[in-house]
């Protein structure tokens, strides 16, 4: 693997090694001296063009354990505010030798570019761009599901049969995309459910079940119910009329959290907004991963780097 | 100064293919073809060549004024005339826009003097494209540039009321009002066809129905108020049916698709490489098929190239921060060839009809109506049907290389033009501006 640009090419044996990585990776996050020296001397890049302190910190623990050197590059205040484009940043980069490249970025296809235009030889991993893909989310929600099903046993396992339930935002969602493909590749089936405004509308051709009704697919008692996040900008742009009664019909509430059965996992991506389309109470309740999957975020992005920096294939090239 | 001695006494062209035809001589003297005479000054060996009229394009932007680092009325002519190109529609959005007399009278004389072909401007329909009130038409249409077609193209007129009135407004003057078919709120933000691959790529859809809905409700119009409609850049199989039923109906409707549009497909999007960023944007192989359909059976009248060069940096990012648009003028020629002629759909006469008479006709540009004829100005290209090519961009002669056809096989090439008597290429090489100019 040279690059993590998408889910959707990403074969079944490279995720489940990934994964697997992960669950040595996090053996290493469990211990005192959480570090390892397999990066050292290598120098990853955090370039985010736009803001996301979360995935970012995310990004940089994990590469910190792995002792690597970690440059942390905001688009605010620095020369990308000032009118730089993507392209000499790139070449700004390669200029001064960097190994790895962690890029979040407003414009869906903004990593496949980085990483094919030639303006950089660097491994690159997207961190998300725009409404396309956010491959170590959907590694990380992957990762959380198969531990809290096989527990000590995960190795080797994919999800074959689960069956995951994204509810919300598909249409804007880069986690619903990375996540339908990477879930399909392991076995799982998918549903989504959501207003029609919030569904591509060749939804039909993807291959997922679609639903308008979340009570029937909360009685249809799945192993994963994942909420997305709603955005404000939503419901100005007339995608639905107004957060009541989004939360009304698509928010996970406690009476549909009471419905759901005991061993459900409920997953969001973070951040929630709580009371909207999900209640403190599902986020707060022991059937929520979401705490886990901030912690898995970093043994899953260490993995990553460990595959695209450290190996033989990683060299090669 | 000095002209090139080929600018001046008579020509022979000798065994040309007529429109694709039986073998013939043409004869150029003082600009125009005549009867044969004694001797020739210059004599061409046309022997395997298709003789061609000069081609018209009704839809190119040149840039200037304004936007000179893309392209200038040099440089976007002398790409014209490396196409096989004697004329072309200077488009309305420069800068300043071409809503006034002045404007437009300072693009026409700009081609003039460069010589490579004849410069019609397009006047704006509304002040500065702004959509909001409309812009001296009749100044425009009575000017030394006698422009006959507006548009505000880049923009789609979209207000139905102002839609009207421009329709009606400029049959005062015999023109007509070519419209960029997109409906504004239907494709905010858009980035390429919507559908399946829109929604995997993460890029805003536009969808079809925000072109077949403008044209529908524009033939409409059109129809109500008796006036002359051009659809530009007509891209989905759902508006060549609008267009076919307006036709139908009698509606004086014409309509227009771009060489791209005839051959690419949205499926070009995958790569993220902005060279394929278009607006409207490619669509499927199902609107490739029903264009192609649509430009054999009359439907469609014309290929227009929509010409959009952009400097490089506007299409070396991201594709959600790229400029939309393809040059296209070097090109358009072998990409019909390919798409029409080499599946049966066009003849040559065809050819000559779609990219010369036709949307000369409609520009109401004189002296395409009887191609090749003696007394008819010698707009003239000569082009080789079995040459082919990788396209590259040594192929390209306007100031921009935004082109999608870089490294594809193209058949074809343009081999010898001559705009009004006067060579503007020669042997496939652009003559220099010297040569040309008058």
Redesign the interface.
């Known amino acids: 693997m040279r690059h993590l640009l998408s889910t ?1 090419d990403l074969a079944r044996e490279d995720a489940i090694r990934i994964l697997d990585t992960a669950e040595d990776m996090a053996e290493v996050s469990s211990r005192e001296v959480k570090k390892l020296p397999t990066l050292r001397g290598r120098t990853v890049v955090n370039l985010f063009f736009e803001d996301s302190t979360r995935t970012r910190m995310s990004f940089e623990v994990a590469a910190k354990r792995l002792s690597a050197d970690v440059i942390n590059f905001s688009a605010k205040g620095s020369s990308v505010s000032k009118g730089e ?3 000499d940043t790139a070449q700004t980069l390669a200029a001064m030798g960097i190994d790895g490249v962690v890029v979040r ?6 990593a ?2 980085l990483a ?2 030639g303006w950089i030889d660097a491994h690159v991993v997207n961190a998300g ?5 956010h491959p170590t989310q959907a590694l990380l929600d992957a990762f959380t599901i198969r531990r809290r099903l096989h527990g000590a046993a995960s190795r080797g396992r994919d999800l074959d049969g689960i069956r995951v339930t994204i509810v919300g935002d598909v ?1 804007h969602s ?1 986690v619903a ?1 990375s996540n339908l493909w990477l879930l399909r590749t392991l076995g799982a089936r998918v549903r989504f459910v959501a207003p029609a405004t919030l569904l ?4 039909g ?2 291959p997922a079940e679609v639903g308008y009704d979340l009570d029937a697919a909360i009685d249809a008692a799945p192993e994963v119910v994942m909420m997305l996040r709603i955005q404000s900008e939503r419901m100005h742009d007339t995608f639905f009329p107004g957060e009541r009664e989004y939360a009304r019909e698509w928010g996970l509430d406690d009476a549909r959290l009471s419905r759901l059965p005991k061993t459900t996992m409920v997953m969001h991506p973070g951040p929630m907004n709580r009371g909207l389309e999900i209640s403190s109470a599902a986020a707060d309740d022991p059937r929520s991963t979401i705490l886990e999957q901030v912690a898995n975020g970093v043994s899953v992005r260490m993995s990553v780097l460990y595959h695209l920096l450290a190996g033989p294939e990683g060299d090669a090239e | 100064m000095t002209h090139d001695s080929a600018q001046h006494g008579v020509t022979l062209v000798r065994g040309a293919a007529l429109l694709g035809g039986g073998a013939a001589d043409l004869w150029i003297r003082d600009g125009v073809f005549v009867e044969p005479a004694d001797r020739a000054d210059l004599t061409v060996d046309a022997a395997g060549l298709v003789a061609l009229p000069g081609l018209v394009d009704l839809h190119t932007h040149l840039r200037e004024p304004g936007y000179e680092q893309s392209e200038t009325v040099l440089t976007g002519t002398r790409a014209a005339a490396s196409g096989g190109y004697t004329a072309v529609f200077a488009m309305a959005n420069t800068l300043p826009v071409q809503d006034t007399a002045g404007v437009v009278e300072q693009v026409a004389a700009l081609g003039r003097s460069a010589g490579y072909a004849t410069v019609r401007p397009i006047g704006a329909v509304t002040v500065g494209l702004k959509g909001e009130r409309l812009a001296e038409i009749g100044a425009m249409a009575s000017s030394r540039a006698r422009v006959r077609v507006f548009s505000d193209d880049g923009m789609c007129v979209a207000d139905p009321l102002l839609m009207r009135r421009a329709l009606e407004y400029v049959t005062t003057f015999d023109g007509v009002v070519a419209q960029h078919a997109q409906d504004p709120r239907l494709t905010v933000g858009a980035q390429m066809n919507e559908g399946e691959r829109s929604a995997r790529l993460g890029l805003a859809g536009w969808p079809a129905v925000a072109e077949e809905s403008i044209i529908a409700r524009d033939v409409l119009l059109a129809e109500h108020v008796g006036a002359r409609l051009h659809v530009c850049h007509v891209s989905t199989a759902g508006s060549v049916d609008v267009v076919r039923w307006a036709k139908s109906r009698g509606i004086q409707v014409t309509a227009e698709v771009t060489p791209h549009h005839l051959l690419l497909t949205e499926a070009l999007a995958e790569s993220y490489d902005p060279r394929y960023k278009v607006n409207p944007p490619l669509r499927t192989q199902e609107d490739v098929e029903a264009l192609r359909r649509g430009l054999a059976d009359g439907t469609i009248d014309i290929v227009a190239t929509d010409h959009a060069p952009h400097p490089a940096e506007a299409k070396e990012c991201a594709w959600g921060e790229a400029a939309n648009g393809m040059v296209g003028l070097e090109s358009a020629l072998a990409v019909v060839q390919q798409a029409m002629v080499a599946t049966g759909l066009l003849d040559w006469a065809d050819v000559a009809r779609v990219m010369s008479s036709r949307p000369a006709e409609i520009g109401r540009l004189d002296g395409y109506a009887d191609p090749l004829a003696v007394g008819a100005p010698a707009h003239l290209t000569l082009h080789d049907p079995a040459a082919g090519r990788t396209f590259a961009t040594t192929d390209l002669h306007g100031r921009s290389a935004n082109s999608p056809y870089l490294g594809i096989e193209l058949p074809g090439r343009v081999v010898h033009v001559w705009h009004a008597g006067r060579r503007t290429v020669a042997d496939a090489a652009l003559l220099a501006p010297e040569e040309v100019a008058p």
């Open positions: 959707a484009s993507l392209k970025h407003g414009a869906s296809g903004a496949h570019t094919h235009a761009d725009g409404t396309h893909e249409l880069r995309r591509p509308t060749a939804v051709d993807w």
